[in-house]
Nanobody, 122 residues
Framework: VQLQASGGGLVQAGGSLRLSCAAS????????MGWFRQAPGKEREFVAAISWSGGSTYYADSVKGRFTISRDNAKNTVYLQMNSLKPEDTAVYYCAAESIRTDSNSGSYDYWGQGTQVTVSS
């Protein structure tokens, strides 16, 4: 599975962005998908995950109520809608695919996209 993340950019605090992650391959619908982020000087951290069917979603406490993860298996794409953005959301955002379970552990993910930069100005 190859993953291509897009949709990042510069936005003011309180604004919104929607990230997309397009996957190649016909087995996309069998993978759980996750979004992670990494800010300069910090470790990569879990943001959100969604099961292969879309029926289960999980969020980091820091984004719960502001971010929404979704997927369209017909389009081989997973989305991250980010609302009420804060300067502390500034990071490179990565999408990832996992074949076994929906997980917040980055070590469990099999495939990673290249990342898209999100910058939130105050």
């Amino acid at each position: 599975v190859q993953l291509q993340a897009s949709g990042g950019g510069l936005v003011q605090a309180g604004g919104s962005l929607r990230l997309s992650c397009a996957a190649s391959g016909r087995t996309f619908s069998s993978y759980a998908m996750g979004w992670f982020r990494q800010a300069p000087g910090k470790e990569r951290e879990f943001v959100a995950a969604i099961s292969w069917s879309g029926g289960s979603t999980y969020y980091a406490d820091s984004v719960k109520g502001r971010f929404t993860i979704s997927r369209d298996n017909a389009k081989n794409t997973v989305y991250l809608q980010m609302n009420s953005l804060k300067p502390e959301d500034t990071a490179v955002y990565y999408c990832a695919a996992e074949s076994i379970r929906t997980d917040s552990n980055s070590g469990s993910y099999d495939y990673w996209g290249q990342g898209t930069q999100v910058t939130v100005s105050s």
